[in-house]
Structure formats: C-alpha cells, structure tokens
C-alpha cells in the first residue's frame, strides 16, 4: 500500500506476527525509467530478513515493464507483481491500474509477457478488480486466468459503481471453478474487507482461495498477522516507540514525518484516555515530539 508499507512498515509488522508474503508500494515503471527515479525508487528498498517479498508495478509502457522487471530480479525480490487494480484518478486517468481493465487486451497480454522477460524466471503475478464499472468475470478475469500467471489477487469488488464499495466474495465460488479448469496451477489470493486474523482464516476455508491479501486491516492493527490478538498497552506503546525510531533511522528527512499519522489510531486505542492523548499527538510535528510524550504518559 502506498505510502504504509514501506520497509519500517513490514519490518515492524513482522516483528510481531509475520504474513508468509510481504508486497511492496506500488512503484510507477514510467517514473523508475525517467530522470525521476529516485523520486520513486526508494519504494523498492527492503531489507533480506523482510523476505520472500514481492515488487509491485504499475504504468502502461510494457518497455517499461520490462526494464523495471529487470531491476527487480536484480535487486532479488522473489516476485513482481503487476498492479491492474487501482482506482485512484490519476493513475486510472492513464489508463494504468485499473485503467487496464478497459484497455485493449492486447496491451495488457503485451505488459505481461514483458514483465516475465524482464524478471527471467521471477513469479510473475496480477493484483485487480472483478471488472471497472460492472462485475466481469466471464471477460476479464478469465482472460487473466489464460496468461500463465503465477499468481492472480482479486479486490473482490469493482474500480467504479454499485459493486466498487464493498468487497463481495460470493463471486469466488465461481471464480475458483473456472481457474480448476482453466488453470489448475494459478494460486489465487483474495483480497477486501478482511479486518481480523480470524476472518481470514474463515475466508481461506470457505471460499478455498489458497491465500489472502489484507490491507486496511494492517492499518488498524499492525498484529493482525498474529493468532495473538490480546496486546497490553505497554506492547501497543513499544511497539509504536520502535516504528517511530526505524522511521527516523531509515528515512530521517527524506519522508514527511506526517505520513506516520495513519497509524496512531493502531497503537494508542483500547485504553482509558487513548483518544485524548491520540488527540495530543496529532498535534506533534516530529518523532521527539511524539516519543516525548509518549515517555510522559509511560510513567504516569
Ligand atoms: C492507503 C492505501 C494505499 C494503497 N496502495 C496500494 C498499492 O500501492 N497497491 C495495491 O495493489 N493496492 C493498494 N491499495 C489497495 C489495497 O491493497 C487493497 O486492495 C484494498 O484496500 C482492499 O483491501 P482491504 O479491505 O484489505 O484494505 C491501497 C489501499 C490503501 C488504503
């Protein structure tokens, strides 16, 4: 996820409940061969213990594809993935993410073989939706299912329109009957609206998907990898004390100290006064400040 889970991210993640795969930003293949590169290309940055790890990439240009498949097999990430499913406006307005889904099927079977020459061997796989504007499976998702892919993740829901709200899952049935006879090799992940460790373990077993993909989940609850979800406060408080400190360490300036904002809410909740010192540390402009408070209120 954009902007979440970047090296400290994963790393602090793991430390207390590791996932059997960690899946970088999505990194533009466009940006990482322009001059602007190292405007993007610290998305890539993982350290070994945070393996098996896949790259993500999104862009239109298969040359880019291909060129940015290369560098990641040469970085030794075990897998790239190749992201058709996003909505946000300015990548669907270029027709990459799920732009891809109204695109001429050419391109997209184009991106694909491109991606898989450029990682030589590498797992090559695809993130997306179920259609754009209306559930598509007899279409898109089954001509994902005849290109070879290693791995197929599914947003249970649509980029735009009545089914782009909420993940729907009862489609999965259907979708696992036609990768058995279409594909028997192709692992499919589903992904949307798994808030808990115990749902996905229902959803692997209901709806036999041989795994799932959690996002906003790992926001809210950066243990959510655990079968251990009773955490004291002074493990939430730790645990927030080392994302804060690795953030400093490994990005210092070079990332905005407010991106860490989105994951107060994990770590200060659950408590009598949580809100009113969640409160207080929005206001904060820097990690001191936050740690700072954070000793006071440790001692109280
Ligand atoms: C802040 C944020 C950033 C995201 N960035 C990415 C991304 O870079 N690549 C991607 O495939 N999906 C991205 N997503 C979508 C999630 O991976 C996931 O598909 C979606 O949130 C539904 O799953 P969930 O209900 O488990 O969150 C992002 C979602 C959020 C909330």
Redesign the pocket.
Known sequence: ?????DTVFRQIVMSVGRPSLF?T??VNVEGLNSRGRERVIHRLKYEKREKPIIA?L?GVEPENFFKAAKLVKEMGFDGV?I?M??SVKNVVKNNAGSGLIREERELVKEIIEATKEGGKGLPVSV?TRLGFDEIDIDGWISFLLDQSLDVL?L?M?TARGEKSLN?DWSYMDEIINMRNEKSPSLLIFG?????SFEQAIDMVNKYMVDGV???????ANPWIFSSNQEIAREEKFDVFKKQLLLFDEIWGEKKDFHALK?FFRAYINGFDGANELRTELMKCSCVEEVLEKLEKEMYI
Do not use: H, L, P, S
């Open positions: 996820m954009e902007d979440v889970t899946y930003e999505f993500q999104w993935d992201n499913g996003c993130k993740t947003n829901r993940a992904n949307g609206d798994i808030k993909m959690i996002g906003r989940g790992a926001i989105k």
